[in-house]
């Protein structure tokens, strides 16, 4: 940020991928959409205790409970396998996850 440069955070793009992988649409065709997106210097995979509004206001997907196991199955092995894509433990106080965050971004040299 000190040199201008944009930070954008993006919860769409990893999303597309991973429910298409999840529900089924053809891995290939899944692949090339995805690699249209401008690749970023990194992405970080908030892992942890799912989070859900209510049965009332949950779309479809999220009330869908064996498709929400597999997205988070998913999720977790980009976070693992995928080189630029970090799982962060969302457990605990704002400030240990706060921690958890710096520490992978100082690590990676985005920040110092």
Do not use: C
Not at 16 to 25: E, L, P, R, S
């Amino acid at each position: 940020m000190k040199k201008n440069q944009y930070v954008i955070l993006d919860r769409w793009a990893l999303s597309a991928i991973v429910y298409g992988t999840a529900t089924g649409v053809n891995k290939l065709f899944n692949a090339v959409l995805f690699s249209w997106l401008k690749e970023p210097d990194i992405t970080l995979i908030m892992d942890g205790q799912s989070f859900r509004r209510s049965n009332t206001t949950d779309d479809s997907y999220e009330k869908d409970s064996e498709l929400q196991e597999r997205v988070k199955a998913h999720y977790h092995k980009i976070g693992e396998e995928w080189s630029g894509y970090v799982l962060i433990d969302n457990t605990g106080t704002r400030d240990e996850v706060h921690m958890r965050i710096m520490n992978v971004l100082k690590k990676t040299s985005i920040v110092t």
